[in-house]
């Protein structure tokens, strides 16, 4: 098992930028996929970027791609999201997610956090 906790949410103009935090702890000696998701209100759970294991390649939605930068430090067992150029659209209730395997943008990763609000006002 793998308990997921995100930090670092918040509100922020548009134009701002926020750096989210996800922490692992527990079975934590596999290095898994991981990946942010977020939710709207009334919306489905999207992608927003992935990173594999141990070569640390990435992967963004289109509408992360330029702003948005994933990244992660096996040692410390943390994943970030570094968010920049923030638009009110991208207000969501982010997720971090881990998985066997490779990365994948569907929803089907084995291990998720609580999710971390992101509000970004015009």
């Known amino acids: 098992q793998v308990q997921l906790v995100e930090s670092g949410g918040g509100l922020v103009q548009a134009g701002g930028s926020l750096r989210l935090s996800c922490a692992a702890s527990?079975?934590?000696?596999?290095?898994?996929?991981m990946g942010w998701f977020r939710q709207a209100p009334g919306k489905e759970r999207e992608f927003v970027a992935g990173?594999?294991?141990?070569?640390?390649?990435?992967y963004y939605a289109n509408s992360a791609k330029g702003r948005f930068t994933i990244s992660r430090d096996n040692a410390k067992n943390t994943m970030h999201l570094q968010m920049s150029s923030l638009k009110p659209e991208d207000t969501a209730l982010y997720y971090c997610?881990?998985?066997?395997?490779?990365?994948?943008?569907?929803?089907?990763?084995?291990?998720w956090g609580q999710g971390t609000q992101v509000t970004v006002s015009s």
């Open positions: 997610a881990a998985r066997y395997g490779v990365v994948t943008t569907s929803i089907n990763y084995h291990y």
């Open positions: 527990g079975r934590t000696s596999y290095t898994y996929a």
């Open positions: 990173i594999s294991d141990n070569v640390g390649n990435t």
